[in-house]
């Protein structure tokens, strides 16, 4: 990395931690956190394009990892919220070894493994980047043998609280996102950050380059071209005031399965689910007659 693109970072760096940080207060994020749910202004959704695959050997097609980031629709700092969640359908053919092995019932059939982020937005003057920071997680883990006991524990399972300290920076361009930063603090790991560079061709190939800093000096440095770069690239949709949101995740026989965005669908009083749909917490199950 050159001094001058060194320079730019830590200086980007420096910017980022003096917004987020230094103005943020217990009474200032228990009134970002309170939401409103009656704007009528469509809704911003952030969803990956490229869900991150399971192995094979393990899974069933349509097990993935997704990521989807909401946030307040019409202002330019407010309410933010990422979900992470794993979608586990096992081979059966895996799980008929490993009961036969270890005995019956070991496995259930489906797993979701829940992570949800909230915390706040701030987007630049041109609207064309963004950044979210992360103050607080609430994590699950839920199983079931179909997937409607699967959703049944999801909505009755609670989630487990923690403090985080994260940020992404996106940038904004049509229809698509691109994460351009990421990176996390903690007071005894410091402050770490992951930049990414895409290539534009053949000569000049993507990177990303992690930093660690400590009191806002750089420790180590180091630049990568090891990483998966669909996972960069998100959907940017605008959602519609009086409709349901949501998107496909998992197909099984005559049984599709959707995800719902909690905080996107409900901050406007929305359509129910389309006829032959049924809502179960933040997912849709559909039965197709055949």
Not at 12 to 32: E, V
């Amino acid at each position: 990395m050159s001094p001058q693109t060194q320079e730019h970072s830590r200086f980007h760096w420096l910017i980022w931690f003096l917004i987020f940080f230094s103005g943020w207060s217990c009474q200032n994020l228990n009134s970002l956190l309170s939401r409103d749910p009656k704007s009528e202004i469509p809704a911003s959704v952030l969803f990956l394009k490229s869900p991150r695959k399971l192995n094979a050997t393990f899974f069933r097609d349509g097990s993935s990892h997704y990521r989807c980031i909401q946030w307040e629709p019409g202002k330019s700092t407010g309410f933010a919220e990422k979900i992470e969640f794993s979608f586990l359908a096992y081979d059966s053919s895996f799980i008929s070894k490993i009961n036969s092995e270890f005995g019956n019932e070991l496995i259930d059939s489906y797993k979701l493994i829940w992570n949800r982020k909230v915390g706040k937005f701030q987007k630049d003057k041109s609207d064309k980047k963004i950044v979210f920071v992360y103050k607080e997680s609430f994590f699950k883990e839920t199983k079931g043998n179909t997937l409607e006991s699967l959703l049944e524990n999801q909505i009755a399972y609670k989630e487990n609280k923690s403090s985080i300290d994260e940020f992404e920076i996106f940038e904004l361009s049509g229809d698509t996102g691109v994460l351009l930063e990421e990176g996390n603090r903690s007071e005894f790991g410091g402050d770490n950050r992951w930049s990414h560079n895409l290539g534009s061709n053949q000569f000049f190939t993507s990177s990303s380059t992690f930093t660690k800093l400590n009191n806002q000096t750089v420790v180590t440095e180091h630049t990568s071209t090891h990483y998966d770069y669909h996972q960069l690239s998100y959907e940017w949709n605008e959602t519609e005031p009086d409709k349901l949101y949501f998107k496909p995740i998992f197909k099984e026989n005559n049984l599709q399965l959707y995800f719902v965005p909690p905080y996107t669908n409900g901050l406007t009083t929305k359509t129910k689910e389309p006829f032959g749909y049924k809502r179960m917490g933040d997912f849709l199950l559909k039965e197709e007659i055949k």
